[in-house]
């Protein structure tokens, strides 16, 4: 039993993985908060790490055998602190949700008033949103958009800031296609006496890389995911000051987690690195062009943005001039070759599950090599699918034929 490859071992999962990876090699990839781990973080992910407890912290383990574990964490870490020039990273995270429930354990009491972007401007449902534990711990509340531009007026958050007092703000969203100024929010948190935290699960790779403004220096806490534009491990992490090191390490463990996946600390430890290598700013930069240029594409096909663009890695397309919603038009695009994702758009008329916009990305088509020439085709391809795509299936399957010799042209994972 302890030697038999997946295939001997369980087919039927085989084939399923077999399948999965066809999907992926032949469809084109457009969630922002998706992209393409590389071989050797996959199989960091799939190492002998995974046999063995590892409670606690490097060199304070609550099991014995932990020589290596104990290195590879302190790697991360060190790593981690490196690329981000943050004091103090837990890397023991297994999801950004989790993340920010133990920078919330940390930072709050139950109860305590949080300011956060509403989920319904682009915010995230772990920032006070009254379904999530966050809104029913704490007190959610939120600042939206400018109604005038759908982007963040920082004078209209201080006011905010100032009826609510708050004991913590949280910059950052899911689907805002802006820069987010953090010395802003910042002036504000001090405006107010609140603390401020900085959520990056989307654009850590771009603050990695010094394509996007940087929240360490600003912030109290920052938390992120490790996967989406960092392109590492399904995980996540906190960035924090020197001073607030034990009060997170402590709300992680033994807060709100025990054993931590090493596993995926290994992969963690290596994304990180390749973050630092060469070619990886060049990359971030790319997906910036390529997210404005497929942008541009889309504009020119009629559709449009919210903000009228993008600074980073995502778009917002506002579909109601289009007579379809957001969920029927991800479903054309899927027939198509396309995967993304249904999303609301600021005053959106239309619940979550319909929707009135889609958020298409750029992360994992750029680590396919793409640039804008591509972004241009897709764009096109988006939009015959969702103009004729509805009264001709044949339209969408001749897409999808395009989709797949594109896809052959910028390969991943060649001899897997």
């Known amino acids: 039993m302890m030697n038999r490859t997946l295939a001997q071992a369980d087919p039927q999962i085989a084939r399923i993985m077999a399948g999965e990876l066809e999907r992926q090699k032949d469809t084109l990839m457009l969630i922002p908060s998706e992209n393409y781990a590389s071989r050797a973080v996959m199989a960091a992910m799939g190492s002998v790490f995974t046999n063995k407890y590892a409670e606690g912290y490097p060199y304070r383990r609550y099991y014995n055998g932990c020589e290596y574990y104990d290195q590879l964490e302190q790697l991360a870490i060190d790593r981690a602190c490196e690329l981000f020039h943050a004091d103090h990273t837990n890397v023991q995270l297994h999801t950004g949700s989790q993340a920010n429930m133990a920078a919330y354990y940390a930072m709050l009491e139950p109860g305590d008033?949080?300011?956060?972007?509403?989920?319904?401007?682009?915010?995230?449902?772990?920032?006070?949103?009254?379904?999530?534990?966050?809104?029913?711990?704490?007190?959610?509340?939120?600042?939206?958009?400018?109604?005038?531009?759908?982007?963040?007026?920082?004078?209209?958050?201080?006011?905010?800031?100032?009826?609510?007092?708050?004991?913590?703000?949280?910059?950052?969203?899911?689907?805002?296609?802006?820069?987010?100024?953090?010395?802003?929010?910042?002036?504000?948190?001090?405006?107010?006496?609140?603390?401020?935290?900085?959520?990056?699960?989307?654009?850590?790779?771009?603050?990695a890389a010094e394509a996007h403004p940087d929240p360490v220096p600003y912030c109290e806490v920052v938390t992120s995911t490790t996967h989406k534009t960092l392109r590492g491990p399904r995980g996540a992490m906190i960035l924090c000051r020197a001073d607030w090191a034990d009060r997170i390490d402590r709300a992680v463990f033994p807060g709100i987690q025990a054993g931590p996946l090493m596993q995926i600390i290994a992969a963690k430890a290596l994304c990180f690195k390749e973050a630092q290598e060469f070619g990886f700013r060049e990359y971030q930069r790319q997906i910036i062009r390529n997210s404005q240029a497929l942008g541009q594409a889309l504009l020119e096909e009629g559709f449009t943005l919210v903000t009228g663009g993008s600074d980073n890695h995502l778009l917002l397309v506002d579909l109601r001039n289009k007579d379809v919603t957001g969920r029927e038009a991800a479903d054309l695009l899927e027939a198509a070759g396309m995967v993304v994702n249904k999303n609301l758009i600021p005053g959106d008329p239309l619940p979550s599950t319909e929707a009135s916009g889609i958020r298409p990305g750029t992360p994992g088509l750029t680590s396919r090599g793409m640039k804008e020439n591509e972004m241009k085709m897709v764009g096109q391809w988006m939009a015959r699918a969702i103009h004729e795509g509805r009264e001709a299936a044949d339209v969408l399957d001749e897409i999808r034929q395009q989709v797949v010799e594109l896809c052959a042209a910028f390969p991943i994972y060649e001899d897997l």
């Open 113 to 207: 008033r949080i300011l956060a972007m509403s989920v319904a401007q682009g915010g995230h449902l772990t920032h006070g949103d009254p379904i999530n534990f966050s809104g029913q711990f704490y007190e959610g509340h939120f600042y939206g958009l400018d109604p005038e531009t759908d982007r963040l007026n920082y004078d209209m958050i201080l006011q905010d800031a100032k009826e609510v007092r708050p004991k913590l703000i949280i910059a950052g969203g899911s689907a805002y296609p802006r820069i987010i100024d953090f010395q802003k929010f910042r002036e504000i948190a001090d405006e107010v006496g609140a603390y401020l935290m900085a959520d990056i699960a989307h654009i850590c790779g771009l603050v």
